[in-house]
């Protein structure tokens, strides 16, 4: 390899790729096989910038050229920048010595579109092909397919992939053609169906033939730009829980739009990104996928924009005291996981715990509850009663009051899940 002209590429095409958020690693366990080189296993490819963005990986576009000329991306074609494109070849030896050094535990390989969509695909399946037959690489890989390609590469890319991943880009058809009129959301939908449906054949396969070969064992997942369109957290949400229930998407990857151009079609460059909104919709996607809430309790036509200032759970439950406060010796598991401050573990410990006992405040801290909120919204076996009717502006208030390294710090901080 020329060393200086791989070094330049690296800068063009690993700077390319850093606006692509949806590069964790979680859901695959391929096992280092026949002394092969690597083993992704859940978590150890999760690092992150300070920022929040995954590091971890390689990750890096095999080309910044592009045939397409989407408003929100820096590589579209109007855009006078300087362009490169690796060579399969260049992108697996990059990825092997940069695995041998310990800097990686994966590759995530994204591309713009040159030629057309199968042109890009096919030259991202080879790179995943040649490392996992040539050189026995058991590390990660999440290649991104190309919008539009074909069923035989999208199966290809399955069997050498831990995960794939289709950008929907734009939350709602409509932003979509606004800012990338030359795209079309059948060919995002199109391969996102084959998968779903190749994924779901593969484990049926595996039940009957343990020797079945892997596929996309990591699923797939999508990301959405957030505040480059005035799409409301209810469409975004809404088009997530969609994509959910009808791809079976392992995750949806939230992306604050970073403003790199100028378009009168977009925010002005001045403008910030929205890290806490981002945030906030990765807690909402949280309470849907594993708290049980349905799309239009957490956002809806009368409530379609998620608080900034407290988290999604917790104006959930403001604008339902109703059902508060919950008896913690006695309610049902899926109201229990209603409560502020009371996590998914917490709450499978508590309703094991009160089978040997009636519980109390204490034994609900040691249980890992977040008291400063839940007390607010349960009684347990104490006379020390909380909540004292209080109405859900004063408890918004107390929870701020004592939570303000986590909830009123400076705007430009992304705020922890929970
Ligand atoms: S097709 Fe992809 S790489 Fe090309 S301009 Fe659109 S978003 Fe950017």
Redesign the pocket.
Known sequence: MDADRITEKMNILAD?AKYDVSCASSGSKRKNKNKGLGNASNGICHSYTEDGRCVSLLKI?LT?H?????A??????SNDIKRAAFTVQEVVDLTINFYRRNYIEGLFL????FMDADYTMERLVRVAKKLRTEHNFNGYIHLKS??GASDELMKEAGLYADRLSI?L?VPTESGLKLL?P??NRQDMIKPMGYLNKAIIQNAEEKKLFKSTPMFAPGGQSTQMIVGATDETDHQVLNSANYFYRNFGLKRVYYSGYVPVLADKRLPGLDTRVPMIRENRLYQADWLMRFYGFKVNEIVNDGHPVLDLDIDPKLSWALRNLHVFPLDINKADLQLILRVPGIGVQSAKKIVSARQFRRLNWENLSALGVALNRAKYFITCYSNIFEKKDLAGTSIKQFILAESTSKYLKTTQQQLSLF
């Open positions: 390319a576009l910044n592009c045939i397409f000329d989407c929100y991306c820096v590589s579209r074609k994204s591309s713009g579109i190309i919008p950008n880009e990338a030359e795209k």
